[in-house]
């Protein structure tokens, strides 16, 4: 494990730790979170501790109606916590173990789990400045992270604020949380007081009023510009997403439109009470190599994505304006290879025959070579 | 005053066709046959949102009324006081038919005294720029101080009072080393309120104590509102400036969701940087937030200290600082550019290693003056601190360029068939620049 996990066992931690535990866990706790979200608190054989790195899930296995169901939840508590790993579970009407935990599972029960798992975490990823950004349940990891974060300035007894560890300058959390309506903001308090208290930067987004509530601030969906309003400064920050998969799906298509670093950009997602991971932004599977002679530059570029885009996430600016081979702005030469060219008028016959086409609705057929 | 490379460029790129027609004949295929357009009904009939009619920019007529109700009533920026750094130092410059002297006098301060003998009305300096002791009409050698009195007239009669017959007086005011001039008699009296603000923004670069690196004259084929409109605006940025977009966001002035995908990048790098800048001048204690007050008063203005891509430093072709001495007390370079515009003839960029300003001074209907000045360290030595070619380029390609699409617009504006078009939402400020001008229009028609 990392450094900054090494340094949380608190002296009262029972002797025991284990970063790889496959058993039963007993619930110590239930807490309710929301009207439909439940926090389940578990205790490992002999009081010991599980070292997990903030962001990581546990299998849990239930038996429903004699059958054996497998679910990842990730955990939310704090690794500053090990005796105490919780998951916080969302229920979900047609998911049957979460409906068995919500229904079935009480304080003195147990469980079969096995864990930690899973990389996404600022553990692996460490960084100074973070954008968290969830929706519904998908908080979880994030909020672990969150914790661990908090936890671990009390340790390092940095004084006020949040500090890196070993970093020596505070750490900077900025967290966008998306809900249906404020009666479904999942650790709503939390996030209020870490607000307040100057621990991270929140902004929490509902779609809609619930029947009790008019939500007063932003509404809707986590848009370019709500974004930007959050984190003017996402380019700097490392980036965690977790959430549903149009949510993820969304956040992917703003982080790409304005080239965010892809290196920095970590997701995870649980379809809920499916355990099925999100499915990727659709690509063909089939990648051409793209080289921009002049500038010396060969990069893959999938069959389904236009040359401009592919010389954009390379980091080549080639002039464009209409994006949909109206204009002509970006027509380049092609050297060498076969596109599919969807164009709109940009470009002459005679300039096809040339050696002319427009990159901008241009997908590569094979590889190319172009002159720019 | 130290080395001043002073270029009069003529902006080269024009057919010469189309624009160097007279304002005669420009008038006379703009006006209808019936005669030269009413400026009134002209101003009555301007549709908001939407670009001049053409006779705004090619009637002669229209001009002498610019000059009147604008130049010779709002306060015009003119030089900085590096340009006239010693006693006695001085610029002419012509607005129209006026001629100003502007000059440091022997007491140090700055002033502007009309370029008029008071004798029989020679022009007394004819140079562009120079340094005099006294100034001495060469017709009959009245001579006047450096501050207006007349010292010395020749076989007068003895009854002759010196006293009523000093240089005329122009209006001036300093504000942060820039020179402004007011040809009014009751020069617009918000002045003060506008230097009060922008003052603590332009303080920390010391630009009185700067010194003239380098200044260009070029004369655009184009009317002076076709200069400043093409500059009130970024829409033609992406494709028409390739060295200032290296470090200029092409996204200045867009709504957020008028932003094209493919400028995203850029405004998701010009948010960052403006975090970065905004928090760089809070530790400095730095004012850099947006003062926008284009139109509804006399002086109209905006202010803002805002980011710079790349290194973030300058304008230059990777954002780093062209000058090693930086200005004032500043004492880191990333300081972005405090950017201003002043209604109706400039705009301005200070960086934290040098000063570019830019004063418009019309000619003629279709023909207009760019003057652009580069300001440095007083003790940066060129070729050691900085290159002059290197601290200039990104300018004066810029400036090249937009004198070409004046050219261009002039060209296009000044024909028959050119019928006013929309502004888009990122060209709110050329909206507000139109707006201005017709309030200072209809202010001088009295309605
Ligand atoms: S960008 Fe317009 S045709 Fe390609
Ligand atoms: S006109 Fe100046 S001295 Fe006569
Ligand atoms: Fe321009």
Same mark, same amino acid.
């Given at each position: 494990?990392?450094?900054?996990?090494?340094?949380?066992?608190?002296?009262?931690?029972?002797?025991?730790l284990?970063?790889d535990?496959?058993?039963?866990?007993?619930?110590?706790?239930?807490?309710?979170?929301?009207?439909?979200?439940?926090?389940?608190?578990?205790?490992?054989p002999?009081?010991?501790?599980?070292?997990? %790195?903030?962001?990581?899930?546990?299998?849990?296995?239930?038996?429903?109606?004699?059958?054996?169901?497998?679910?990842?939840?990730?955990?939310?508590?704090s690794?500053?916590?090990?005796?105490?790993?919780?998951?916080t579970?969302?229920?979900?009407?047609?998911?049957?173990? /979460?409906?068995?935990?919500?229904?079935?599972?009480?304080?003195?029960?147990v469980? /079969?789990?096995?864990?930690?798992?899973?990389l996404?975490s600022?553990a692996?990823?460490?960084?100074?400045?973070?954008?968290?950004?969830? %929706?519904?349940?998908?908080?979880?990891?994030?909020?672990?992270?969150?914790?661990?974060?908090?936890?671990q300035?009390?340790?390092?007894?940095?004084?006020?604020?949040l500090?890196?560890?070993?970093?020596?300058?505070p750490?900077?959390?900025?967290?966008?949380?998306?809900?249906?309506?404020?009666?479904?903001?999942?650790?709503?308090?939390e996030?209020?007081?870490?607000? %307040?208290?100057?621990?991270?930067a929140?902004?929490?987004i509902?779609?809609?009023?619930?029947?009790?509530?008019?939500?007063?601030?932003?509404?809707?969906?986590?848009?370019?510009?709500?974004?930007?309003?959050?984190?003017?400064?996402?380019?700097?920050?490392?980036?965690?997403?977790?959430?549903?998969?149009?949510?993820m799906?969304?956040?992917?298509?703003?982080?790409?439109?304005?080239?965010?670093?892809?290196?920095? /950009?970590?997701?995870?997602?649980?379809?809920?009470?499916?355990?099925?991971?999100?499915?990727?932004?659709?690509?063909?599977?089939?990648?051409h190599?793209?080289?921009?002679?002049?500038?010396?530059?060969?990069?893959?570029?999938?069959?389904?994505?236009?040359?401009?885009?592919?010389? %954009?996430?390379a980091?080549?600016?080639?002039?464009?304006?209409?994006?949909?081979?109206?204009?002509?702005?970006?027509?380049?030469?092609?050297?060498?290879?076969?596109?599919?060219?969807?164009?709109?008028?940009?470009?002459?016959?005679?300039?096809?025959?040339?050696?002319?086409?427009?990159?901008?609705?241009?997908?590569?057929?094979?590889?190319?070579?172009?002159d720019? | 005053?130290?080395?001043?490379?002073?270029?009069?460029?003529?902006?080269?790129?024009?057919?010469?066709?189309?624009?160097?027609?007279t304002?005669?004949?420009?008038?006379?295929?703009?006006?209808?046959?019936?005669?030269?357009p009413?400026?009134?009904?002209?101003?009555?009939?301007r549709?908001?949102?939407h670009?001049?009619?053409?006779?705004?920019?090619?009637?002669?007529?229209?001009? *002498?009324?610019?000059?009147?109700a604008?130049?010779?009533?709002?306060?015009?920026?003119? *030089?900085?006081e590096?340009?006239?750094?010693?006693?006695?130092?001085?610029?002419?410059?012509?607005?129209?038919?006026?001629?100003?002297?502007?000059?440091?006098?022997?007491?140090?301060?700055?002033?502007?005294?009309?370029?008029v003998?008071?004798?029989?009305?020679?022009?007394?300096?004819?140079?562009e720029?120079?340094?005099?002791?006294?100034?001495?009409?060469?017709?009959?050698?009245?001579?006047?101080?450096?501050?207006?009195?007349?010292?010395?007239?020749?076989?007068?009669?003895?009854?002759?009072?010196?006293?009523?017959?000093?240089?005329?007086?122009?209006?001036?005011?300093?504000?942060?080393?820039?020179?402004?001039?007011?040809l009014?008699?009751?020069?617009? +009296?918000?002045?003060?309120?506008?230097?009060?603000?922008?003052?603590?923004?332009?303080?920390? #670069?010391?630009?009185?104590?700067?010194?003239?690196?380098?200044?260009?004259?070029?004369?655009?084929?184009g009317?002076?509102?076709?200069?400043?409109?093409?500059?009130r605006?970024?829409? #033609?940025?992406?494709?028409?400036?390739?060295?200032?977009?290296?470090?200029?966001?092409?996204?200045?002035?867009?709504?957020?969701e008028?932003?094209?995908?493919?400028?995203?990048?850029?405004?998701?790098?010009?948010?960052?940087?403006?975090?970065?800048?905004?928090?760089?001048?809070?530790?400095?204690?730095?004012?850099?937030?947006?003062?926008?007050?284009?139109?509804?008063?006399?002086?109209?203005?905006?202010?803002?200290?805002?980011?710079?891509?790349?290194?973030?430093?300058?304008?230059?072709?990777?954002?780093?600082?062209?000058?090693?001495?930086?200005?004032?007390?500043?004492?880191?370079?990333?300081?972005?550019?405090?950017?201003?515009?002043?209604?109706?003839?400039?705009?301005?960029?200070?960086? *934290?290693?040098?000063?570019?300003?830019?004063?418009?001074?019309?000619?003629?209907?279709?023909?207009?003056?760019?003057?652009?000045?580069? #300001?440095?360290?007083?003790?940066?030595v060129?070729?050691?601190?900085?290159?002059?070619?290197?601290?200039t380029?990104?300018?004066s390609?810029?400036?090249?360029?937009?004198? +070409?699409?004046?050219?261009?617009?002039?060209?296009?504006?000044?024909?028959?068939?050119?019928?006013?078009?929309?502004?888009?939402?990122?060209?709110?400020?050329?909206?507000?620049?139109?707006?201005?001008y017709l309030?200072?229009?209809?202010? #001088?028609?009295?309605?």
């Amino acid at each position: 494990m990392t450094d900054m996990l090494q340094r949380l066992p608190a002296p009262e931690v029972a002797q025991q730790l284990t970063d790889d535990f496959d058993g039963l866990l007993t619930c110590v706790e239930i807490t309710p979170i929301t009207h439909d979200v439940t926090s389940f608190t578990f205790a490992l054989p002999g009081g010991a501790g599980l070292i997990f %790195a903030p962001g990581q899930y546990l299998t849990i296995t239930v038996e429903v109606d004699g059958v054996q169901l497998e679910r990842c939840y990730t955990i939310s508590s704090s690794p500053a916590q090990p005796e105490r790993p919780t998951i916080t579970v969302k229920r979900s009407p047609d998911g049957p173990v /979460s409906t068995w935990l919500h229904d079935q599972l009480r304080v003195g029960d147990v469980v /079969s789990a096995a864990g930690p798992y899973g990389l996404f975490s600022t553990a692996t990823h460490p960084a100074r400045k973070v954008l968290f950004l969830s %929706a519904g349940s998908g908080i979880t990891p994030l909020m672990s992270m969150t914790r661990a974060m908090r936890d671990q300035a009390l340790v390092c007894g940095s004084g006020s604020g949040l500090s890196g560890p070993g970093l020596g300058e505070p750490l900077d959390i900025v967290f966008v949380h998306c809900a249906r309506t404020p009666d479904d903001i999942i650790f709503r308090a939390e996030l209020e007081a870490l607000a %307040a208290g100057g621990l991270a930067a929140v902004t929490i987004i509902c779609q809609d009023d619930s029947p009790q509530e008019v939500w007063q601030g932003p509404r809707g969906r986590l848009t370019l510009g709500a974004l930007f309003a959050a984190a003017p400064d996402v380019l700097d920050r490392e980036v965690f997403t977790c959430g549903p998969p149009r949510f993820m799906a969304a956040v992917a298509e703003h982080l790409t439109l304005i080239a965010a670093d892809p290196a920095r /950009s970590h997701r995870e997602s649980f379809v809920l009470d499916a355990g099925a991971p999100a499915s990727e932004r659709a690509l063909s599977g089939t990648s051409h190599l793209v080289t921009f002679a002049r500038s010396g530059v060969t990069v893959e570029c999938d069959a389904a994505t236009t040359v401009l885009a592919t010389a %954009a996430s390379a980091g080549l600016r080639l002039p464009s304006s209409c994006q949909g081979g109206v204009c002509g702005t970006c027509k380049s030469t092609l050297l060498s290879g076969q596109v599919d060219m969807q164009q709109a008028g940009g470009i002459r016959q005679r300039e096809i025959d040339e050696g002319k086409f427009l990159p901008c609705c241009s997908t590569p057929l094979g590889d190319l070579e172009i002159d720019a | 005053m130290t080395t001043l490379d002073q270029t009069v460029a003529d902006s080269t790129l024009t057919d010469p066709t189309p624009t160097n027609r007279t304002p005669t004949e420009a008038a006379a295929t703009a006006a209808p046959a019936h005669g030269i357009p009413d400026p009134a009904v002209l101003v009555a009939r301007r549709r908001p949102g939407h670009v001049l009619e053409g006779p705004f920019y090619t009637s002669p007529e229209i001009f *002498a009324l610019d000059i009147d109700a604008v130049y010779a009533k709002q306060w015009i920026f003119v *030089a900085t006081e590096p340009e006239i750094a010693e006693p006695g130092d001085y610029v002419t410059i012509d607005l129209g038919r006026y001629s100003v002297i502007v000059l440091r006098d022997d007491d140090g301060q700055v002033r502007a005294l009309h370029n008029v003998c008071r004798h029989r009305g020679s022009r007394v300096l004819l140079e562009e720029r120079g340094s005099v002791g006294n100034l001495v009409c060469g017709y009959h050698q009245w001579t006047y101080a450096t501050d207006g009195r007349l010292l010395h007239a020749g076989e007068q009669p003895p009854e002759f009072d010196k006293a009523c017959f000093g240089l005329r007086q122009v209006a001036v005011r300093t504000v942060g080393g820039l020179i402004f001039i007011c040809l009014a008699t009751s020069p617009p +009296e918000d002045f003060d309120d506008v230097a009060d603000r922008i003052e603590p923004y332009l303080a920390p #670069h010391d630009l009185a104590n700067t010194k003239v690196a380098a200044q260009v004259d070029l004369v655009e084929h184009g009317n002076w509102k076709l200069v400043m409109e093409n500059n009130r605006e970024c829409y #033609h940025c992406e494709a028409g400036h390739p060295e200032l977009t290296c470090t200029f966001f092409p996204t200045y002035g867009f709504a957020l969701e008028d932003i094209p995908a493919r400028l995203m990048p850029a405004h998701a790098r010009y948010l960052k940087a403006g975090v970065d800048l905004a928090r760089a001048c809070d530790e400095r204690g730095l004012p850099h937030a947006e003062i926008e007050e284009l139109t509804d008063r006399s002086t109209g203005f905006r202010i803002q200290r805002e980011p710079l891509d790349g290194a973030g430093e300058s304008y230059t072709r990777d954002g780093k600082a062209a000058c090693r001495k930086l200005l004032g007390d500043l004492d880191i370079p990333r300081l972005g550019r405090l950017s201003m515009h002043t209604q109706p003839n400039a705009w301005f960029h200070f960086q *934290a290693d040098h000063v570019v300003t830019f004063s418009v001074l019309p000619l003629a209907a279709d023909r207009t003056l760019v003057r652009t000045t580069w #300001h440095v360290h007083r003790d940066a030595v060129e070729g050691e601190d900085y290159d002059l070619d290197h601290l200039t380029e990104v300018w004066s390609r810029t400036n090249e360029q937009d004198g +070409e699409f004046v050219a261009r617009t002039q060209a296009g504006v000044s024909s028959p068939a050119f019928v006013p078009g929309p502004y888009s939402s990122s060209e709110y400020q050329v909206d507000a620049l139109v707006t201005w001008y017709l309030q200072r229009l209809q202010e #001088h028609l009295g309605r």
